[in-house]
């Protein structure tokens, strides 16, 4: 059976999805809820399709906690294009300023690209100690009224993760959460936009989901072009063109795996500590072995980043525990060492498999 010789599959994007959703696809391929045709072969407006674009709508929503306050859109271009598209569309006019914290590679690229399109401010950077920490909303440096503050909640390089929401009275938030939507649990009366391309922890790539607040919409200028206007994909119901059908069903069942099997975001937040607390006890226990990235407040419950005393360690360590079956392990070439992303879709079994292997690499090598 295929399933068996699935890896534990450790990769930060695209990245592993629950197994029942990849069966449900599997079932379903052939003859998508008995309309004779795969999911992928309907038209994006038929009434079937329609069905799975609201569920998948309403899924988000009840995880969220939303209703009518925001709307939920299904765009594609990555989150790469929101890194424009969010200033082009809520900047109030052309003196108008935003401020940026950059925390990581993904924020700073959102912040020099963002550069390109009006007035961007820098609000902190955490260059200087290449990205281990994070700040406080004290610590940010903010002109008056900035028109939102941006920032990325889990940096997913190099493994630094907000642990609470910021507030900052009556300026809105926006948050690059593509490597921790629905994660856990997150206060959305703060923030203006929270986006995640899906192929971290929502789905399969191809797919970002934007929700954005209402009132944030008369910001979008009739003059920006239809694709890059938040207003035109809200009116036209993320229909403007042909939208991503196959990504945004699977985003549908992932929502559905949430809600039904994991109990919801508050359950699944229990759920990613315990394996991150697995990973983090044992990189605290052999310190002279796994050299954490982040400090330990800031520590991301979903890409566990450490390096090995040398090189030639830390390809041994991949190459073990790739004939382990945990795979995918290499950390991005700008921090180095390895990379655990240990998101949602990562069962318990595969951390605690990790673990042990990190246990007895100890145990032999030091
Ligand atoms: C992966 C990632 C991106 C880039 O996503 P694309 O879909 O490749 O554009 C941006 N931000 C964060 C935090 C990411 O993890």
Excluded at 195 to 217: E, F, H, W
């Amino acid at each position: 059976m295929a399933t068996e010789e699935r890896t534990y599959n450790f990769s930060a994007g695209p990245a592993t999805i629950p197994v029942q959703v990849l069966e449900q696809v599997q079932q379903e391929l052939l003859n998508f809820n008995g309309c004779g045709a795969s999911i992928m072969e309907i038209s994006h407006r038929s009434a079937q399709f329609i069905e799975v674009l609201d569920s998948a709508r309403a899924g988000i929503k009840q995880l969220l906690g939303i209703d009518d306050s925001h709307e939920v859109l299904f765009l594609q271009g990555g989150s790469r294009l929101q890194f424009s598209m969010i200033p082009m569309n809520l900047l109030r006019d052309e003196n108008d300023r935003a401020a940026y914290i950059v925390s990581g590679t993904w924020s700073s690229k959102a912040f020099e690209e963002a550069k390109g399109t009006g007035n961007i401010d820098l609000a902190w950077s955490g260059k200087d100690s290449n990205f281990n920490t994070l700040p406080a909303s004290t610590d940010l440096a903010l002109a008056d009224d900035p028109a939102f503050l941006y920032y990325a909640s889990n940096e997913t390089i190099h493994g630094v993760q907000f642990q609470e929401d910021f507030h900052i009275a009556s300026t809105p938030l926006v948050c690059d959460a593509s490597s921790d939507f629905l994660s856990r649990p997150i206060n959305m009366e703060q923030h203006g936009i929270v986006y995640a391309c899906a192929q971290k922890n929502a789905g399969p790539s191809g797919v970002t989901i934007i929700v954005i607040r209402k009132d944030l919409l008369t910001r979008s200028q009739a003059s920006l072009p239809g694709y890059l206007n938040y207003k035109t994909h809200v009116e036209q119901n993320s229909m403007f063109n042909t939208p991503p059908t196959f990504g945004i069903y699977v985003v549908d069942l992932i929502c559905k795996w949430l809600i039904n099997e994991m109990g919801g975001l508050a359950q699944i937040a229990d759920y990613n500590n315990d394996k991150a607390t697995l990973l983090y006890d044992i990189i605290d226990q052999c310190d002279d072995m796994f050299i954490g990235h982040a400090e330990k407040q800031f520590r991301s419950k979903m890409n566990v980043t450490f390096n090995l005393p040398s090189e030639e360690l830390t390809s041994q360590f991949l190459e073990q525990a790739a004939k382990q079956g945990l795979t995918s392990l290499k950390g991005h070439r700008s921090v180095g060492g390895v990379r655990a992303s240990i998101y949602n879709a990562m069962p318990h079994e595969g951390v605690v498999a990790l673990r042990d292997f990190m246990k007895s690499f100890y145990t032999q090598n030091s």
